[in-house]
C-alpha cells in the first residue's frame, strides 16, 4: 500500500458583526491525506452525514484539482476518483481520506492527468459515500497550452442577493437557457468571482442563503445535466462587503491610513462606514471569505503566484491554457496600503505597496498570449449605483484605481487585453481603451479611442467589436510585446444578483447614467436619463470563449440571450503577404488558395480582392480560385465585414517548367522574377512599369505579339530579358 502525505491550513471560525476573533490554533486544523488504492471488495455505505455546502472545486492545475465541502456533523472525509463514473467505490481508482475529523473538509487530488476527465465521490470513513453520480465529474487544465483547446470561463459579478433589485434565480437560469440552446458552453473550466459574494456583512449564514443555496445546482429549478458548482473550479476575488464583518478601524490606525491612500488628484476626507475606517477585517484578513475559500500560497502547485507563501492574501495569478489571470484585492488593507496606493511613477517600479510590488513584477514576467484581470471595483462606472468620478462614500477607490492603477498599467504598456470588475449592479463596457485616466469629462474618443496606437495595424479602436454587420469589425491586437498595447477593453457586471437603476448624484448636477468612456455596448433608445449603454433593466452574467488567437465574450442576461458581445483577435493583419508558388502540377492559369479555418467568422463568406483590379469574388468554399494571377499583385482573402484579412502573392521562383504558355501579368515583386522552361516559353504577358522579370528556357522564348493587337508588352520602366540555355534539364520538383 502507498501512502502520501500532505498537508494544508483550513480555517474554521465564526464571526460577529462587532467582534472579529484572531487566527488561533482554535481557528486552525491541520489535515492529512491518505491516498490509496481501492480495494475490489469495498462496499457502498451511505453515511449518516449530510453535505451542507458544495462539494465545489477549486484551485485547477493539469495534475490535481481541490475539492471543499461541509457537513452537519464531524467526520473524517474521503474523495475517491475514477475516469469512469462512480456509482460505488468499488469502480474508482484511488480513493483519499482526511485524518482528522471535521465538519469543514478541504482534500487536494493529485497526480492527475491534464486535460482528462474525472468524475469523484465525496463520502466519509470508513467507505461510506454521500454524493456520487454522472453530475460529479470535472477536467483537469493542459498542460501549458493547446491551441486546438476552448477555454470556456462564467464570470458572475456581486453574485449574492443583497437589498436591491433580486435577479438570482433569473440570472441563473438565464444562463442554464443559453447553455442548453448552445451545447458547446456546457462545459465550463472556470468559474469567476468578482467580489459582493454575501451580503450585507460578509456573514457565514450569508454566503449560504446568498450564494451556496443559491448556486447549488440541485436548488436552480431547470432540467439540466451540467452542474456548475460540482464541475466547475471557482476562482473568487473579493469585494467590500466581504469585508464588512469585523469591527471598526480605530485610532490611530484611521491616520495612518488617510496619510497612505490619498489620490494624485486631491485628499481623501470622508471617513465613514464605508470608506476607509469601516472594518479592521480589512488589515486582518480574518472573515469567512478567507474560510470558505482556498487561495494560493505563492507558487502552489507549481502554478499559482501570489507575494509569499501566505494564504492570507486575496491577490493571486495564474495561468490556464494561453490566458494569464491576475486577481486584485480592491478593497484591503496591506502594510495598510490600499490597491491604487503608493504607486511609482513609470518607469520606475520601487514602491512600499506589497500587492503592487507583486503585480509589477508579475506582469513583467508573463508571457501568455492573452490577459485577464479582475477585481471588485471598477476604475470607470456611472450607473448601478456608482460614478467613478466621486469621492464620497467608497467612490474614491474607483477613482484612485482609474488615476493610478490604469494609469500606470498604460505606461508601462503591459499587453492586458481585460479588465472586469463588478461593485455596480449593472452591466456596461468600453471600446478599446487607453490613456484616460482623469475625470469622465475630458474623455476624447478620438485620443482614448485610438485606432493607430500600434503602427503595424488597424485595431478598429472605435468599433463596438460585436462583428455582427458591416462596421462592427473585431479589435485587433499584436501579442508582440515590443509594439504599444493597443488598448483594453473594461467590462462593468455586477448584476448577477441584484440590480441597481440609479447612482449618485453627479457633479454636473444630473442622474444621467452611463459613462461616456463605457460606450461600446447598445441596450435601448437613449433618453433623458440613460445614454443606452448601460443594462439596469435585465441582470446577467459574463461567458468568454478563448480558444488560440481568439476571445468573445458575451453578456448572457436573465432570458439567455446575448445582449453584448465583442470579439478580440490576435496577430492577424499584420503579417506579410504567404507566398504561393505556381507549380507545373496546377497550371499557370488556375491557382487556388485555401481560406482560413480559424477566423471566428458569423457565416464563412469571404471576398477575394487583388490590390490592382479589385473585388475578384465573393465565395462560401474552403478553396479560392484564383485564375491566371496577376504575378507580385497582393491578393487578400477578407471575411464578408472586411474586417481581418489573409494576404498572398504569386510566384514563379523555385519552379522550373517543360513547354509552357503564361499569360500572367507580372508587376513589381520584392526580387527578380525568373521563369524556367526546359523547352520553349510561349508567353502573351504584359510586364508592367518597374517589374523585372527573366524568361530563360533551353529551346526557345516565343513572346506572341501577333492576332488582334498585341500581346506580349513590357511597359515603360519594366525590366525584361529572354535567353537561350541549352543545358537547362528541369528536375521533377522543379529548382
Known sequence: MKFLIFSFLVFSSIFTKAQLPQKSENYLSKIFYLEEQVNASNKKNYSSANITRGPYLQLPSPTSMDLVWQTDITEIGRVCYSTNMITTENNAIFCINEVTATTKHHISLNTLTANQRYYYSVGSTPNSVIEAGDKYTFRTPPTNFDNSITTKIWITGDPSEGSYIHRHDNVINGFKTYQAANPSAAELDLWLLLGDNAYTFGLDSEYQSGFFDKYDDDNIG????????????????IGNHDYYQGGPISFPEISILENQNQL??????????????????????SNHYYDIFKLPTNGYKGKYSTSDNSDNKAYYSYNH??????????????DNYMLFANMPNAPNTNTNNPQLQ????????????????????????????????????????????RENLVKYLDEKNYKIDLIIGGHSHSYERSKLLKGHHSSENTYNPTIHNNPNLNPNLNSFATSSGSYNSEGSCPY??????TTANEGIVYVVAGSSAQLQQSTHSNPDGTNLKGH????????????????GTIQDQKGGSVYIEV??????????????????????????????PNVLQISETDGTDLQNITTPIDWPIPTPTYKLINQYSGLVGT????????????????????DQYGCIKNDYRFTFNGSCWGNVTINNKFYPTPSPEYVYSSGTITSTSQIKNLANVSFIAKNANHLVTTGSGILFQAELGAIFSATINPSIICPPAGL
Open 222 to 237: 431547470i432540467s439540466t445535466s451540467n452542474h456548475i458548482m460540482k464541475q466547475t473550479p471557482i476562482m473568487p476575488c
Open 264 to 285: 494624485s488628484s486631491g485628499p481623501v476626507t470622508v471617513i465613514n462606514q464605508f470608506g476607509l475606517a469601516n472594518s479592521v477585517s480589512r488589515i486582518l484578513k
Open 321 to 334: 491554457n494561453n490566458i494569464h489571470f491576475v486577481c486584485l484585492d480592491s478593497y484591503g488593507f496591506y
Open 358 to 401: 507583486w503585480l509589477i513584477a508579475d506582469l513583467n514576467s508573463n508571457t501568455q498570449k492573452w490577459t485577464i484581470m479582475y477585481f471588485h471595483h471598477p476604475p470607470y462606472a456611472r450607473s448601478g449605483g456608482h460614478y467613478s468620478d466621486l469621492t464620497e462614500s467608497d467612490e474614491f477607490i474607483l477613482k484612485g484605481i
Open 476 to 481: 485587433i491586437k499584436s501579442s508582440d510585446i
Open 516 to 531: 461616456l468612456a463605457l460606450n461600446g455596448a447598445q441596450f435601448n433608445i437613449p433618453n433623458s436619463s440613460d445614454r
Open 547 to 576: 480558444k488560440d488567437n481568439v476571445l468573445i465574450s458575451k453578456f448572457i442576461d436573465e432570458d439567455g440571450i446575448v445582449g453584448d458581445q465583442f470579439t478580440i483577435i490576435k496577430d492577424v493583419n499584420i503579417t506579410p
Open 619 to 638: 465565395y462560401t468554399t474552403t478553396s479560392i480560385p484564383v485564375i491566371t494571377p496577376d504575378i507580385g499583385a497582393i491578393y487578400s482573402i477578407t
